[in-house]
Antibody
């Protein structure tokens, strides 16, 4: 069973760019879609977007102007950049396999936007 | 966007009793060409990521106990736990993948009565 692990800063200043990586282990990043999802404290999940192994991306229109998802096949990783962050971007960020239902998920990483 | 709603917001059920959670989509998630409903259910316990329980509205993920079942079609769906166990205390979410943006319901909190 493939395993995922998010990594990146836990604190980002307002107006800066949030950058996270997801390392895929016990499996290849080939031939799948890979997603980012976030969950604000006490709320339901929000889909951010996904990328295919070939680099095709699909983003949530609500975030599209600020989001970039990329893949690094050599490192078996995919990444999330979210620019111009505000306090509303404070959430637990999850990476997950697939672009329809999501399985499995990484454990998640809390990112707080604060000065 | 397809808006997902769930009812009730919270639910308390006695151990061994049946728990029923409802999910409604603002438009049909049934794809006529393959007769599949593009709907999934997840279980989330505190401090953990959501865990996939069911996809295609009624297909149980491998390893999920058979007391969990999904039903419904079109816009109305149900997750049923036939005999509640203590470890089933969690928040349950439905999610549509009929089109993007992929959207989740607000969740139903399940507790022991």
């Amino acid at each position: 069973q493939v395993q995922l692990q998010e990594s990146g800063p836990g604190l980002v200043k307002p107006s800066e760019t949030l950058s996270l990586s997801c390392t895929v282990s016990s499996g290849s990043i080939n031939n799948n879609h890979w997603s980012w999802i976030r969950q604000p404290p006490g709320k339901g999940p929000e889909w951010i977007g996904y990328i295919s192994h070939s680099g095709y991306t699909n983003y949530n229109p609500s975030l599209e102007r600020r989001v970039t998802i990329s893949v690094d096949m050599s490192k078996n990783q995919f990444s999330l950049n979210l620019s111009s962050v505000t306090a509303a971007d404070t959430a637990v960020y999850f990476c997950a396999k697939r672009g329809d239902w999501f399985d499995p998920w990484g454990p998640g990483t809390l990112v707080t936007v604060s000065s | 966007d397809i808006v997902m709603t769930q009812s009730p917001d919270s639910l308390a059920v006695s151990l061994g009793e049946r728990a029923t959670i409802n999910c409604k989509s603002s438009q049909s998630v049934l794809y006529s060409s393959n007769n599949k409903n593009y709907l999934a259910w997840y279980q989330q316990k505190p401090g953990q990521p959501p865990k996939l329980l069911i996809y295609w509205a009624s297909t149980r993920e491998s390893g999920v106990p058979d007391r969990f079942s999904g039903s419904g079609s079109g816009t109305d769906f149900t997750l049923t736990i036939s005999s509640l166990q203590a470890e089933d205390v969690a928040v349950y979410y439905c999610q549509q993948y009929y089109n993007t943006p992929i959207t989740f319901g607000p969740g139903t909190r399940l507790e022991i009565k």
